[in-house]
Nanobody, 119 residues
Framework: QVQLVESGGGLVQAGGSLRLSCAASGRTFSSYTMGWFRQAPGKEREFVARISPSGDTDYYPDSVKGRFTVSRDNAKNTVYLQMNSLKPEDTAVYYC????????????WGQGTQVNVSS
């Protein structure tokens, strides 16, 4: 069982930066691929970033590539999402998620943290 708790959301002006954190429980954090997703009001959940269990591989959709960076500290059981050059369209609830490296679907989710970007 993995429990995830996000933090770091808030209100920022367009062009600003925020860093989200996701603290995970459990002793096998380094066996999990970690992902970040977001959901804006009235929209479907959108994939934002993914990082491999060891942290050596990451992946982003075009909508955030070059602006967002995912990282992890396996010693602290924490994954981060550094968000730069934020745009109003980045406004959403951001969720972190975990899946064991042997499976393909995310089965653990955090409660989400709100990010608001003002124009």
């Amino acid at each position: 069982q993995v429990q995830l708790v996000e933090s770091g959301g808030g209100l920022v002006q367009a062009g600003g930066s925020l860093r989200l954190s996701c603290a995970a429980s459990g002793r096998t954090f380094s066996s999990y691929t970690m992902g970040w997703f977001r959901q804006a009001p009235g929209k479907e959940r959108e994939f934002v970033a993914r990082i491999s269990p060891s942290g050596d591989t990451d992946y982003y959709p075009d909508s955030v590539k070059g602006r967002f960076t995912v990282s992890r500290d396996n010693a602290k059981n924490t994954v981060y999402l550094q968000m730069n050059s934020l745009k109003p369209e980045d406004t959403a609830v951001y969720y972190c998620a975990a899946r064991h490296y042997l499976i393909t679907s995310y089965n653990y989710w955090g409660q989400g943290t709100q990010v608001n970007v003002s124009s």
